[in-house]
């Protein structure tokens, strides 16, 4: 068996295609341990952190930083017994990560190994085949972008920073080339002796689109290769050499435009869950109705439990009563906790209660399974690691998997209610607004108490008014008097 094993990227869960790595953890020549982890990757779902399958040594790493790969693709390599000696030489179908691709007019001479197949030569020990799929996505603050008439805007020079991760092992045969005084790209360089341009496809591709002169640098990478940064820092000088001087007196930007515009790309969790609320609103048909409640007692409690000695190291919130209001009124109304599905209606004897969280990455809802048999100490921890977990972008896919009803608290943003939509699968959604003191008739006076409202929104095929109505009645009636309630209901 090889020592060199490549590990692709795995289906992290529910059928998902592809994934973009976000974050190597490790580099080349690095050793891992078993379980080690070695990359973070964004799925449509969450970030998940890809641990080694193996223990070894990092010799391989195929993708950079803000690529998607397809799943099965191999993403990295580890030599499983680095202390054996050196690697046997690999072959020349392993061997493509960088293209060598002669300048126009000349001869590409004979390297040691000979050309690989497709007409590139193989150059880097290190960097497999790249047998997936893979697109590369701008990040945040990378690439130069482009005006409306297809002029490159200049971008600040970058200061120096380390080479991206790159195998280490020795090449197969280097061209022989002038050693360079700066590895910083120069206009008007000479290409590596024997006419030879050394750029990976992306680096071409994006030299293309900028209009930059490969010929003309002198890369700072690997053998000379010329890299993305040399190639960005070619295109901003020439845009700064080519603009014109400003006129005294003459606006420096338009007023409107394509150059004043940010275009964020649809990926990852936002775009699932675009796809998921589009799905829901115009396959469900959707009914919502609201309830305003008096919940003065349901804060006067939670102050009370904050205040018991086994409760001072726990989160206590509002959203805690109102997730324990609708898990005992689920089972008074068993049918609110059910699915559509086409010839039947599946109804649950278990609430995997769902908790929507507001990350950086979007939108998430994962779910609290079996919620329904935790006590209120084992909720509210249940809660708490679950929001965080969501806050740190670390929810797992089987987390957000199997949900079947929903809490989405929008109070925390000062507003006080909405229309939520369902998740795809469920048949009722509840929104929490804002707890705000406000004027109340109270005991037949006129007082200031604390007040929100409910908003339930739910599927009508399986949730008449009335069962919704039932519901919703049911969820107030426990805030309005937590602790009536709870001797009266269990």
């Known amino acids: ?31 891992v341990e078993l379980n080690q982890p070695v990359v973070e990757v964004e799925t449509a779902k969450a970030a998940v952190e890809i641990p080694a399958k193996w223990a070894g040594k990092i010799t391989a790493i195929f993708h950079d930083e803000g690529t998607v790969v397809d799943v099965g ?8 017994d680095p202390g054996a000696g050196d690697l046997p030489e690999p072959s020349a179908a392993s061997l493509a990560a960088v293209d060598i691709a002669p ?23 290190g960097y497999g085949p790249r047998t997936g799929a893979a697109k590369r996505r701008p990040r945040k603050g990378a690439g130069v972008p482009a005006a409306a008439n297809g002029t490159p805007v200049p971008a600040p020079a970058p200061a120096p920073t380390p080479q991206p991760v790159r195998p280490a092992a020795a090449p197969v045969a280097e061209p022989v080339r002038p050693a360079a ?36 640098l002198t890369g700072s990478g690997p053998l000379g290769s010329i890299t993305r940064d040399d190639v960005h820092l070619a295109a901003a000088g020439a845009a700064t050499a080519a603009e014109p001087a400003p006129v005294a007196g003459a606006a420096t930007e338009p007023a409107f435009g394509p150059d004043r515009e940010q275009r964020i790309p649809v990926k990852g969790v936002r775009k699932l869950t675009a796809q998921n609320m589009a799905a829901s609103a115009f396959t469900a048909p959707h009914v919502t109705e609201f309830l305003t409640v008096d919940v003065t007692r349901s804060m006067k409690a939670l102050d009370r439990l904050r205040g018991r000695r086994e409760w001072r190291d726990v989160r206590v919130s509002p959203l805690l009563l109102v997730a324990k209001a609708v898990l005992l009124a689920v089972r008074r109304h068993p049918m609110v906790n059910s ?30 399974k079996d919620a329904g048999r935790l006590t209120l100490r084992e909720l509210a921890d249940a809660m708490t690691g679950l929001v965080q977990t969501a806050k740190a972008g670390r929810t797992a896919p089987a987390d957000m998997a199997g949900g079947t009803l929903t809490i989405t608290n929008v109070g925390v943003f000062g507003v006080d209610t909405g229309t939520p939509i369902l998740p795809p699968g469920e ?14 008739v109270h005991k037949g006076k006129v007082r200031v108490r604390q007040v929100t409202t ?12 009335e069962l919704g109505s039932k519901f919703l009645r049911d969820v107030g009636d426990f805030l309005a008097d937590p602790e009536a309630a709870l001797l009266g209901w269990t």
């Not at 490549?6 to 529910?14: A, I, K, S």
């Open 73 to 80: 693709s191999p993403i990295f390599a580890v030599d499983t």
């Open 181 to 216: 005084a700066a590895p910083a790209p120069r206009t008007g360089g000479t290409a590596p002796a024997g006419g030879l341009v050394l750029a990976k496809p992306p680096v071409r591709k994006l030299a293309k689109d900028l209009g930059v002169d490969l010929r003309t």
């Open 339 to 368: 699915t559509w599905a086409g010839d039947e209606i599946v109804v649950k004897e278990y609430v995997n209660l769902g908790i929507a969280a507001a990350t950086e990455r979007g939108l998430i809802v994962p779910n609290i």
């Open 454 to 465: 409910l908003g339930l929104s739910f599927d009508h095929r399986i949730i008449d008014g």
């Open 103 to 125: 300048a126009e007019g000349a001869v590409e001479p004979g390297l040691i190994g000979g050309p690989a197949p497709g007409g590139r030569t193989a150059v880097l020990v």
């Open 1 to 31: 068996m090889s020592r060199v094993r490549e590990f692709p990227l795995p289906d992290l869960g529910e059928g998902l295609t592809e994934g973009e790595i976000l974050k190597w953890m490790v580099q080349v020549g690095d050793i």
């Open 427 to 440: 048949s009722a959604i509840l929104a929490f607004g804002a707890v705000r003191e406000m004027p109340w």
